[in-house]
């Protein structure tokens, strides 16, 4: 069975391509179009389909249109409720006639194949289905909002999904924090991130006001008051410097959605007696809140899908349709499911850059040398990443030694100078300087405090609450990178090497060759790893 899953109603568009239930590809569009997020999260853009995302699965597979099974559309119009919600009639219509869109955009597509997926399923599936357990774990979806509801708790046996909870909007937590977001002077549906990082700096000192606001319910669900962020912290103008009383309200919102999520959870362990957890949608983006959930709740194994976002969507909708045939859905093989090139097609871009390149006999080696001397290297490799983290495919590589490298890469990239760099570990190497979270860690979304110890020796990745966003490799899977980690530390004594995203502010992760050169030739990076190829600046 050929299933394409398309996400495109809200923001972050994508396709995912499923083939006899294996996961042969996933892509956002945004890594094709090179607009951050694909598209604003707005009605007027609920038309627009991920279409290059689309096409580049099919032909990634070798199939047309004409050869799918179905497509599994990740939002059901028919599931939406009367509501005050601007222009929502618009985002149902254009749901509605996404089929024909869709045959517009993939000549070829018999609209009748297309099916819709409600949302929260969709996003259940991509954790549940997608996750290593066999299609046995319990399952938790957060996120601003889908049809008519926001939150989902249930059981998966034996590839079924149970709903055992579900909450109806206006409540949810990932709206409540998307509009402190917005207070705090950052792009809603986007910079959420921006507000985790910066609660670290201060004291949650509205907490209990926030437990009044936002509470478990007894039914497995939440309900959230409005709030007047104003009488707590000024609203904050986008080039207004972010002050004390903005970090203490991220804060006290940061830690009463933690406390929310851990009730949740183990309201949905009592109900199910499962061992694992997964989790899906935005809010289980926040690996800060991930973490607590691992440490403190009831899960002995908590999974996170690597594209938490709606963008997950699209796996998760085309797993739920092979699922739903009665054939196996199997799991995500992997976070490295988009677009790669030869070594030969990356010459060619090379050549035709007419940029001078060397070819050394082992570019790992080239780059563990230039890392220990303290160069920002570019590193372009294999296949790219679904979802937003860099997981040592389309990286930015620097020395964690080196405590200014935080403010240097955070001015390489233009960021603002509160956001923490995380670090790369092998492995089996990880429990030697990492507590708390979960390892190993390979998708970088959980954080785990950094033992004393090593703070002073890897100052770059230690955020100021002393933890740090790890990703561990396994040499069997990453073995390029695992041998940059292994020659770094021959030279440094440092098992570490510092990973951020491979991008500048406002701009979507490299994907492409072309963008890789484009963004080397732009931002003060010392060298680019692509292929086996390297250019020195």
């Given at each position: ?224 008051t409005p709030l007047d962020w104003a009488t707590l912290a000024k609203e904050r103008e986008p080039h207004e410097d972010v002050t004390r009383e903005h970090a203490e309200l991220a804060a006290s919102v940061q830690v009463r959605l933690e406390e929310v999520l851990l009730d949740l959870a ?272």
């Amino acid at each position: 069975m050929r299933v394409l899953g398309i996400n495109a109603i809200f923001h972050d568009p994508a396709a995912a391509l499923v083939v006899d239930g294996q996961v042969v590809a996933a892509a956002e569009e945004e890594r094709f179009s090179r607009r951050k997020h694909g598209k604003r999260p707005v009605p007027f853009s609920a038309w627009e389909q991920p279409e290059l995302a689309a096409r580049w699965c099919l032909e990634r597979a070798g199939l047309t249109p004409a050869d799918l099974d179905a497509v599994a559309y990740s939002y059901d119009p028919d599931l939406v409720e009367p509501g005050d919600v601007p222009w929502e009639d618009l985002r149902t219509e254009y749901a509605r006639r996404a089929p024909y869109f869709l045959a517009t955009a993939l000549p070829g597509l018999d609209p009748a194949i297309v099916r819709f997926v409600p949302h929260h399923v969709a996003h259940a599936a991509s954790a549940g289905l997608a996750a290593p357990y066999g299609g046995d774990c319990a399952v938790l979806v957060n996120d601003g909002r889908g049809e008519c509801r926001s939150h989902l708790a249930g059981s998966y046996r034996d590839h079924r999904l149970e709903t055992l909870a579900a909450q109806h909007l206006p409540h949810s937590l990932g709206l409540f924090y998307e509009d402190l977001t917005e207070h705090l002077g950052f792009l809603r549906s986007s910079d959420e991130y921006k507000v985790m990082a910066l609660a670290s700096y201060a004291e949650p000192r509205h907490l209990d006001l926030m437990r009044e606001h936002v509470r478990a319910t007894e039914d497995g669900g939440f309900a959230i008051t409005p709030l007047d962020w104003a009488t707590l912290a000024k609203e904050r103008e986008p080039h207004e410097d972010v002050t004390r009383e903005h970090a203490e309200l991220a804060a006290s919102v940061q830690v009463r959605l933690e406390e929310v999520l851990l009730d949740l959870a183990r309201w949905l362990h009592e109900r199910t007696g499962h061992r694992r957890l997964t989790m899906a949608g935005g809010v289980a983006l926040n690996c800060v809140a991930n973490t607590r959930i691992f440490a403190e709740g009831p899960f002995e194994e908590v999974w996170v899908q690597p594209a938490a976002g709606d963008a997950g969507t699209a796996l998760g909708a085309a797993l739920t349709v092979v699922a739903d045939a009665g054939e196996p859905a199997g799991a995500m093989p992997g976070a490295d499911l988009g677009r790669s090139w030869t070594d030969d097609e990356i010459r060619e871009y090379l050549d035709r850059a007419a940029i001078a390149y060397e070819e050394p006999g082992d570019v790992a080696v080239a780059v563990a040398e230039a890392l220990a001397e303290d160069r920002v290297v570019a590193w372009f490799q294999g296949r790219s990443e679904y979802g937003p983290r860099a997981l040592g495919r389309r990286s930015l590589m620097a020395h964690p030694g080196k405590e200014e490298n935080l403010v240097r890469l955070n001015e390489v990239k233009g960021r603002e100078q509160f956001r923490p760099i995380a670090p790369m570990v092998l492995a089996d190497r990880a429990h030697e300087l990492f507590e708390r979270g979960p390892l190993p860690s390979p998708y970088m979304l959980f954080v785990h405090d950094v033992k004393p110890e090593w703070r002073d020796r890897i100052p770059a990745v230690v955020h100021v609450d002393h933890t740090a966003r790890a990703q561990t490799v396994d040499p069997a899977d990453e073995p390029l990178v695992a041998r940059v980690l292994t020659e770094f530390e021959r030279r440094t004594g440092l098992p570490v090497v510092v990973n951020t995203s491979l991008n500048t502010a406002g701009r979507p992760m490299v994907d492409d060759p072309r963008d890789a050169l484009e963004c080397f030739g732009s931002a003060p990076v010392d060298l680019l790893a692509i292929g086996r190829f390297v250019v020195r600046r």
